[in-house]
């Protein structure tokens, strides 16, 4: 019996041994596939992750393409600056910094809360922007807390450097930070919170080509995060420069004769379509936008009553009085009512029951001194006669109530009143009396200064109306600058129904609003072609009655342009509360006279230089120099006067 017992108990033991010898064998077994995986498939993973531990990425970041006038001037520049980035790839309590970071950058310690948690959702590979800007001071603090603060990070960065006392500042735009609405809309797909873009005018239309492309710098760092080396770098790509179509001559002219005053200028190339001054005030200071917005800058702006942030040349939608008169014209001839229509101004008329004033007893009025006198009698008439819908066929003819598709952000369309526009946008039907204000410009007409200008310049041109646009052709590719036209729709090129008697008609009239007999005589230049329409438009105050405020005074409209057929330059002048159209027609002429004597200048120049003997010449041989004249755009019938002609 012992001995079953002892020989039961020793097989017990050899199985479970065997057993023993198993599970030590599947554990070895398991423990060599870690190891394998670990040494061998998974080698080149935790070589790159052991890398990362120890090599920081550092953006480089592309400085912005400056901008340049027409003529090569420099208008917005770029300066160095240093600013202050907080890593979080460092294990460390930052709340236990942030006094300490507080105190030594001077920002608060709820500011830098808010800047973490708005970025909370970054990677925490991205830096994050704490200040920027930074003094030699604050430099010096960080290097001198480099061990304690390792995660205090500076950059070298390029920072836009704006001209003084907002000037261009509508047409240039500023640039920001992302904001967190913009990263939601589709056109922000790319970009990240922190970076800087564009916010408005050409900064925001061509950001895409001016922001360039971000490098980074692989450094290496110890265990306290502090940098020892550099493994490699990835360069940026600087952003593209790009030349306005701004001349910077006119551009101080319009900014010049805006001055403490509300409104806007522009002048254009009727020929191109290029903006070459666009000025609009009150301004804003777009260096205050550039580093940090403070909320007390920001908050006197958004509380000023005259909205210092609306680029007033495209984007305020005013009555456009009398300057409407021209597109009056341009229809009563083309429908053949004008041409024999003879109107006795006794100081008004009546129309369906009720009395429509006129500022004086004109007499008799046609069309030849309808324009000049600016009888608001003669265009009440001619309104009746030719009804809302025609009116408004010619209006959009020539762009009025559409937007002109200029390459800036933010355009406005104005409005044409039609039957169709009350019926879509007020549900009731159009009466006839309504028709009457309408014909001087008044009622529900609104145009923005480009609309006036490009419309009036069209018509003088002989029927053709180009896209303005603010960038020189040929600077962006030809698909690039397809999209960013494609994003500012509008009228573009069209051609105005206009023959070439009724053409001589119209631009004659306007040249005579400029003479003793008409509306702008005071705005006349000796011995310049000029031609124009002014406008007295009344306006309908929103401040509260019986504040000491200049509201109700009406706004001073002059669409003026030179020579008055095939022009070379138009200009348009709305002054808000400027009361008298006489009143913009002589800051129309500031403008005007600026680019002629720039002209006559060049034209002087040029007989020096064709004078002038070339080196090695002898005496009395000098250089020809020719000049191609302009290919007339208007009917051929017509004959194209200079905007300088000698003698006048």
């Known amino acids: ?96 910094d942030l006094p300490l970071i507080s105190s030594g950058l001077h920002i608060s310690v709820d500011q830098i809360e808010a800047t973490l948690k708005h970025f909370q959702y970054a990677p925490k590979y991205q830096p994050i922007p704490l200040k920027a800007d930074i003094t030699p001071d604050e430099q010096a603090f960080i ?43 589709e056109k922000y797909a790319a970009y990240s919170p922190g970076d800087v873009v564009g916010k408005s005018g050409v900064e925001e239309a061509y950001d895409a080509v001016l922001r360039g492309v971000d490098g980074s710098r692989d450094v290496i760092v110890n265990s306290h995060g502090k940098e020892v080396g550099v493994m490699g770098q990835e360069l940026a790509t600087p952003g593209q420069d790009l030349r306005l179509t701004i001349d910077l001559d006119l551009q101080i002219a319009a900014e010049k004769a805006l001055e403490g005053k509300i409104g806007a200028i522009v002048a254009m190339d009727p020929h191109t379509g290029e903006i070459l001054a666009m000025a609009s005030r009150p301004t804003f200071d777009p260096n205050e936008f550039a580093v940090r917005l403070t909320q007390a800058y920001w908050k006197g702006i958004m509380e000023n009553p005259d909205h210092p942030m609306m680029n007033k040349a495209i984007q305020a939608q005013v009555a456009p009085g009398s300057t409407f008169k021209v597109i009056m014209t341009l229809a009563g001839l083309q429908e053949n009512v004008a041409q024999d229509m003879h109107v006795e101004c006794n100081g008004g008329a009546t129309f369906y029951g009720h009395f429509f004033g006129c500022d004086k007893h004109h007499g008799g ?108 052709p040929g600077q962006v590719p030809a698909d690039e600058q ?77 669409v003026g342009m030179a020579p008055r057929r095939n022009p070379d330059i138009v200009v348009a002048v709305l002054w808000e509360h400027g009361y008298w159209g006489n009143n913009s027609a002589k800051l129309a002429a500031q403008v005007v006279e600026a680019y002629v004597s720039k002209q006559r200048a060049k034209a002087g120049n040029l ?5 002038a003997p070339k080196p090695g010449a002898t005496d009395g041989q000098a250089t020809p120099v020719t000049q191609t004249p302009k290919q007339e755009e208007t009917p051929a019938a017509a004959v194209k006067t200079t905007a300088v002609p000698a003698g006048q």
């Open 607 to 611: 007989m020096k230089l064709a004078a």
């Open 143 to 185: 290097a001198a807390h480099r061990d304690e603060l390792p995660e205090l990070e500076t950059l070298d960065e390029q920072r836009r450097l704006y001209p003084r006392d907002g000037f261009a500042a509508h047409l240039i735009g500023y640039v920001g930070e992302v904001s967190e609405n913009d990263l939601n809309q």
């Open 1 to 96: 019996m012992d001995n079953e017992r002892i020989d039961r108990e020793e097989k017990l033991s050899a199985t479970k041994l065997h057993i023993a010898q198993y599970i030590v064998a599947f554990v070895l077994f398991v423990l060599g596939a870690g190891l394998w995986r670990l040494q061998v498939l998974g080698a080149s993973n935790y070589r790159v992750l052991a890398e990362q531990n120890r090599i920081r990425k550092v953006p480089v970041l592309a400085p912005r393409g400056k901008i340049f006038d027409r003529e090569g001037r420099i208008i917005v520049d770029n300066y160095p600056s240093v600013s202050c980035y907080l890593l979080r790839e460092q294990q460390k309590n930052l709340a236990a």
């Open 365 to 472: 009025v046609d069309i030849h001194n309808a324009l000049p006198y600016s009888c608001d009698t003669f265009y009440y008439t001619l309104a009746n006669k030719l009804g809302i819908d025609k009116i408004a066929e010619y209006g959009h003819s020539v762009g009025i109530g559409e937007k002109t598709g200029i390459d800036l952000p933010d355009e406005q369309a104005g409005i044409l009143p039609s039957q169709q526009w009350k019926l879509r946008t007020q549900h009731d039907k159009w009466y006839a009396g309504e028709t009457i204000s309408v014909g001087i410009g008044q009622g529900a007409t609104e145009a923005t200064p480009l609309q006036l200008a490009r419309a009036l310049s069209g018509i003088a041109s002989g029927g053709m109306l180009v896209r303005p646009h603010v960038i020189l």
């Open 482 to 558: 397809s999209a960013i036209e494609s994003s500012y729709p509008g009228s573009g090129v069209a051609k105005i129904p206009l023959t070439a008697a009724n053409w001589q008609i119209i631009t004659d009239d306007m040249a005579n609003v400029l003479s003793p007999i008409g509306t702008a005589a005071e705005a006349h230049l000796d011995g310049v072609d000029f031609a124009g329409k002014t406008g007295t438009a009344d306006v309908v105050s929103g401040r509260k009655k019986g504040t000491a405020d200049k509201s109700t005074i009406p706004n001073a409209w002059f």
